[in-house]
T-cell receptor, first 113, second 113 residues
Framework: GQQLNQSPQSMFIQEGEDVSMNCTSSSIFNTWLWYKQDPGEGPVLLIALYKAGELTSNGRLTAQFGITRKDSFLNISASIPSDVGIYFCAGRDSGGGADGLTFGKGTHLIIQP | EPEVTQTPSHQVTQMGQEVILRCVPISNHLYFYWYRQILGQKVEFLVSFYNNEISEKSEIFDDQFSVERPDGSNFTLKIRSTKLEDSAMYFC???????????FGEGSRLTVL
C-alpha cells in the first residue's frame, strides 16, 4: 500500500517561532489534507489541497501541494501555545479509485515557554 | 456547525465479546468511513461506505468487522469477537459529494480486557 513519510516526528520550539513539517509519498496523490489532533480527540481538518502546486493559507497556516504530487508541506508562522498538538498529513492515491486516506505518522509539536 | 458524533465515547469489554460503535455522520454527507488509531500511533483506514455498500476496505478490516447503515442517520461498526489488539480509538468520518475533505468525529475509545 501507499507509504507516507512525515517529518519531523517531533518539534520543540519557542513560542513565536515558525514551524515547518512535510510529507512525502511513494505514489502520486490527488488530494493532500492536513489535520491537527489534540489528546483524546478526533483529527480536525486544517487545510485541503487538490491541485499540484496549490498553495493555501488558513490564518497562520500555509500548506502546499508539491509539483510532483508526491509531497506536501505545512508551515505555521508565529506559533502560539494553542498550536501544541499532533499534526497529520493525509493523502488520497490518484490511482485505482482508492477512497480511503493514508495518514502520516504525525508531527508532535511542543512549544516551550 | 455540523459535526460527526460518535457513541460511546469509551467502551470497556471482555475479550471475545461483540462491540457496536455508533456514528451519526454529517447529515448531507454521502461517504462514510471508519478509521482506528492505536495509542500513540497513526490513524489507519479501516473501511469506506457509499450507497449502502462497502466501497473499500483495508486488510485490517477482516471478517470480525462489519459496518451497517441501519437507518437514514446512523452508521455502525461491529466487531464480532473482540481481541486484545482491537483496543484503540475508533474514528468515524464523513464527506460530501465531490469533496475530498473528511470530517472526523471525536472517537470511541475501545478497551478490550
Amino acid at each position: 500500500g501507499q507509504q507516507l513519510n512525515q517529518s519531523p516526528q517531533s518539534m520543540f520550539i519557542q513560542e513565536g517561532e515558525d514551524v515547518s513539517m512535510n510529507c512525502t509519498s511513494s505514489s502520486i496523490f490527488n488530494t493532500w489534507l492536513w489535520y491537527k489532533q489534540d489528546p483524546g480527540e478526533g483529527p480536525v481538518l486544517l487545510i485541503a489541497l487538490y491541485k499540484a502546486g496549490e498553495l493555501t493559507s488558513n490564518g497562520r497556516l500555509t500548506a502546499q501541494f508539491g509539483i510532483t504530487r508526491k509531497d506536501s508541506f505545512l508551515n505555521i508562522s508565529a506559533s502560539i501555545p494553542s498550536d501544541v498538538g499532533i499534526y497529520f498529513c493525509a493523502g488520497r492515491d490518484s490511482g485505482g479509485g482508492a477512497d480511503g486516506l493514508t495518514f502520516g505518522k504525525g508531527t508532535h509539536l511542543i512549544i516551550q515557554p | 456547525e455540523p459535526e460527526v458524533t460518535q457513541t460511546p465515547s469509551h467502551q470497556v469489554t471482555q475479550m471475545g465479546q461483540e462491540v457496536i460503535l455508533r456514528c451519526v455522520p454529517i447529515s448531507n454527507h454521502l461517504y462514510f468511513y471508519w478509521y482506528r488509531q492505536i495509542l500513540g500511533q497513526k490513524v489507519e483506514f479501516l473501511v469506506s461506505f457509499y450507497n449502502n455498500e462497502i466501497s473499500e476496505k483495508s486488510e485490517i478490516f477482516d471478517d470480525q468487522f462489519s459496518v451497517e447503515r441501519p437507518d437514514g442517520s446512523n452508521f455502525t461498526l461491529k466487531i464480532r469477537s473482540t481481541k486484545l489488539e482491537d483496543s484503540a480509538m475508533y474514528f468515524c468520518a464523513s464527506r460530501g459529494q465531490g469533496l475530498g475533505e473528511l470530517f472526523f468525529g471525536e472517537g470511541s475509545r475501545l478497551t478490550v480486557l
